[in-house]
């Protein structure tokens, strides 16, 4: 399917590719922020499981161990801001922001012997019978196992937090720290754990990088998709779903942009990469303006079980 | 004989550098509404935590019916039979009413089963809900009902109510009184925190009185008159205000045609006010709050701007400025809300001071603040108005809020103003200092001010107000004497019928 020479499979097969690292990353930091936490730290948690994923996947030549330890990474990095936000009461905003520093770092400092390798093929899962469609069956039923995984990741996030009592003391905990303390809940527990759930997918969105994307490893290759995930969360209002349209269709600027300069239209690069942050911007004047408020009550809100 | 559902022994709780609550001993027996009185700060709520579990005692016992008591967490005291109604709702906003519910729960049902749960507990006890509707659409009484069924919901033996009726108009009063009588009626137990010793009077079988965290005694509230069992709170006799009659003098605030259009989307519009206050007049605004009370405040303090000569003072056109030019020629206001908006809770009660003093005494000429002079104002306000704080490096927040009232009152009633408007002078405040609050408002204008209380007590308008109007859907009704009204001439003012009582001026 071919419309003004771009091919439409190709294009969003390419896309949820593409958009894969920054839906991971985004998804785990929504869940962090409904439990009033704002961890602006996910770049640098990212590019930790970029380098991590790829040395465990390179030395081991199994993929899979690569992502588990970008996991293990992320949620390992995570809780280093999750002890000085929630029990050193430290600011969230310079935690995040310092944490993303601390990531850039040391993964320029731990990938320096693992630049120019090229990292084992994650293979691609064909869905028996539902890859065989025509049109659909290539363009979203032939992936990694990875891409599957962000989708039921979403899928899985939104029912938890819409449906089961785990997601609803999750949304109390964010909505009002002290009506949650006083009917018994443990904030500090609960964000404690969210924060860790959002560094482990932000740890496997940034090995998905350096592992399927580009596959190899290079100094500040996860290049801003950390503040993409974290604008993309308030554009989606706080909402898995939208979530993974808002990653879908930034995420795949990029790949939009290459095909339409194959056919000779020439957007400015800066401009598509600019769009997500734009886009958040309307998206918060909106907020505003007609008073659709939808942030967790709580959010960025230190506590303290002092009272 | 009823008998004993919770006995309370020698309990005791400290903090560091306070004793909140020292070898407290009472019991509450089944089916009884049981009252716990006392000042700010007398050690209630601490006294109410340990039984709910969000904290423990250093020393004493407790026992639930027959058995030794001591819950360590929210979740045992709710599964022995607890439940409690929060003074600020533990209610979460952007939530709906059946996942509040839940979440106050401890084995709750299927969302389904829950809702029509409680649209049935909630019908039969004539507190209508709709289980679907969002938290923060609902009113202050309608969000108190949320909470009262969630407990009901767990079949309570114990019912924990702290200050329920602060927040709540006279008839959602009554449907309250109604229900508890009910579960009474159950045989359900209740402890009932208040300091509106009228409404005590009224629903309580049984009341035990503290003061700085000691037990001092205990009464059958209806044989008992308010003054005794206030004098009781406070530990010795005080004054109701006494008022000297006063001659007015010129006008020196008028107010005309002040119109604004909110900009809060819960606000409300004000429409066409008029109305003047003379020299040593207290002029009273009454009306439930949420009819313009808030919005007619911000604009006599200047946080709201207006056309110039919509207010005057002696004749001078004011609307147009701003709050800290309207200080400079006198006339300061004291908000309703104190933490956040008449103080800044994390603020010293220095820096406190500071933010509304002329800035002439506190600011040398090279701009550096003089913080001697600061601390010796700051200083004059707590003896004066005796605000309880350990120090004056205190943070604002760290007050109780009677404490804190005294001080924002204080602060600005030492600047000798020449106009003062005050909304909710002595909400949530003690008898005593609300007394001591009233006056000094009595003083302030005896000293040649004019005064403007906006308050939803009336019993609070009449014991210190000259003349009266009702702020009702942000329109005021015509002025008048309070003298000249009797209750019932209230009621139709703040029923918004003007007419009739003009016709009758007039016979």
Redesign the interface.
């Known amino acids: 399917m071919v419309i003004f020479g771009i091919d439409l499979v190709l294009l969003i097969s390419a896309l949820m590719i593409s958009a894969t690292p920054v839906l991971l990353a985004a998804i785990g930091e929504a869940v962090v922020e409904k439990s009033g936490v704002l961890n602006l730290g996910v770049e640098g948690m990212m590019i930790t499981g970029a380098v991590i994923g790829f040395i465990f996947a390179v030395n081991t030549q199994i993929p899979i161990y690569g992502f588990v330890c970008a996991a293990i990474a992320g949620a390992l990095l995570s809780v280093l801001f999750a002890v000085l936000t929630q029990y050193i009461m430290s600011n969230q905003v310079a935690t995040g922001l310092g944490l993303t520093m601390v990531g850039l770092g040391l993964s320029a400092l731990i990938g320096k012997p693992y630049e120019g390798i090229k990292s084992p093929t994650v293979s691609k899962i064909e869905i028996p019978i539902l890859s065989d469609i025509p049109i659909l069956g290539p363009m979203i039923f032939s992936h990694d196992a990875v891409v599957y995984f962000s989708v039921i990741l979403v899928a899985t996030v939104a029912f938890v937090i819409s449906k089961t009592?785990i997601g609803?003391?999750l949304?109390?905990v964010g909505?009002?720290q002290?009506?949650?303390h006083?009917?018994?809940?443990k904030v500090v527990r609960i964000r404690f754990l969210a924060i860790m759930f959002g560094g482990a997918t932000a740890g496997i969105g940034g090995a998905y990088i350096s592992l399927a994307r580009v596959p190899q490893w290079t100094e500040g290759m996860t290049a801003g998709a950390g503040w993409i995930a974290l604008a993309l969360v308030v554009f989606a209002s706080w909402k898995p779903w939208r979530v993974l349209l808002g990653a879908y269709l930034f995420g795949g600027i990029t790949v939009l942009q290459l095909n339409l300069q194959a056919i000779g239209v020439a957007i400015p690069v800066e401009i598509l990469s600019m769009s997500p942050y734009l886009v958040t911007i309307v998206v918060l004047v909106g907020i505003s303006l007609f008073?659709h408020h939808?942030a967790?009550?709580s959010l960025a809100r230190p506590f303290h079980a002092s009272q | 004989m009823a008998e004993v559902l919770l006995q309370m022994d020698g309990i005791s709780k400290s903090f560091p550098g306070v004793k909140a609550n020292d070898k407290v001993s009472f019991q509450i027996n089944s089916g009884e509404i049981h009252a716990l009185l006392g000042e700010n700060g007398a050690g209630k709520s601490t006294l109410v935590k340990m039984i709910y579990?969000?904290m423990q005692p250093d020393s004493g016992s407790m026992k639930l019916g027959s058995e030794n008591f001591r819950p360590s967490?929210?979740?045992k005291a709710?599964q022995s039979g607890i439940a409690m109604v929060?003074q600020?709702?533990?209610?979460?906003?952007?939530?709906n009413v059946a996942?509040n519910i839940?979440?106050?729960m401890e084995n709750?049902p299927k969302m389904s089963d829950l809702s029509e749960k409680i649209e049935t507990v909630s019908k039969s006890y004539g507190l209508p809900l709709d289980p679907k509707r969002l938290v923060g659409q609902l009113s202050a009484g309608e969000r108190q009902r949320v909470e009262i069924i969630r407990c009901l919901l767990q079949n309570p033996k114990l019912l924990i109510m702290d200050e329920p009726t602060s927040v709540l108009t006279p008839n959602e009063v009554k449907t309250l009184f109604e229900t508890l009588l009910r579960l009474k009626e159950e045989g359900k137990s209740i402890l009932y925190i208040s300091h509106k010793l009228e409404e005590i009077r009224e629903i309580c079988d049984f009341a035990t009185i503290l003061r700085n965290g000691e037990k001092v005694g205990s009464c059958i509230p209806r044989d008992t008159s308010a003054k005794q069992i206030g004098e009781m709170m406070v530990g010795k006799s005080f004054s109701s205000p006494s008022r000297k009659t006063r001659v007015f003098g010129e006008e020196l605030l008028k107010v005309s045609n002040l119109s604004i259009r909110t900009k809060d989307?819960f606000g409300t519009s004000l429409s066409d006010i008029n109305f003047s206050v003379r020299v040593g007049e207290i002029f009273g605004i009454g009306g439930v709050a949420g009819n313009g009370q808030d919005e007619l405040l911000s604009a006599l303090s200047g946080e709201e701007k207006t056309s110039p000569s919509t207010i005057k003072i002696f004749n001078q056109p004011i609307g147009k400025l701003a709050p800290d030019e309207r200080r400079a020629i006198g006339m300061r206001a004291a908000p309703e809300e104190r933490l956040g908006h008449a103080a800044a809770p994390a603020m010293t009660l220095i820096e406190n001071t500071l933010i509304t003093s002329h800035s002439e005494d506190v600011i040398d000429q090279w701009g550096i603040i003089k913080f001697d002079n600061v601390k010796e104002k700051t200083r004059n306000i707590v003896s004066e108005f005796d605000v309880r704080t350990p120090t004056l490096d205190n943070a604002a927040a760290s007050l109780s809020g009677g404490n804190l009232q005294k001080f924002v009152i204080g602060r600005e009633i030492l600047q000798r103003p020449r106009v003062f408007v005050v909304n909710q002078p002595t909400w949530g405040v003690d008898a005593a200092a609300a007394a001591f609050i009233r006056q000094s408002i009595l003083n302030l204008a005896s000293n040649d001010s004019a005064v403007v209380v906006i308050s939803q007590d009336l019993d609070e308008l009449f014991e210190i107000c000259d003349t009266f109007s009702v702020l009702t859907n942000g329109r005021m009704s015509k002025s008048h004497d309070i003298r000249s009204l009797s209750s019932e001439d209230v009621g139709l003012l703040m029923g918004g019928s003007d007419l009739d009582l003009k016709n009758r001026d007039k016979a």
């Open positions: 009592r609803l003391v949304r109390a909505e009002n002290e009506a949650a006083a009917l018994g809940y008073g939808t967790p009550g | 579990g969000l967490e929210p979740s709710r929060f600020h709702f533990s209610l979460f906003d952007a939530l996942e839940a979440l106050g709750p989307f």
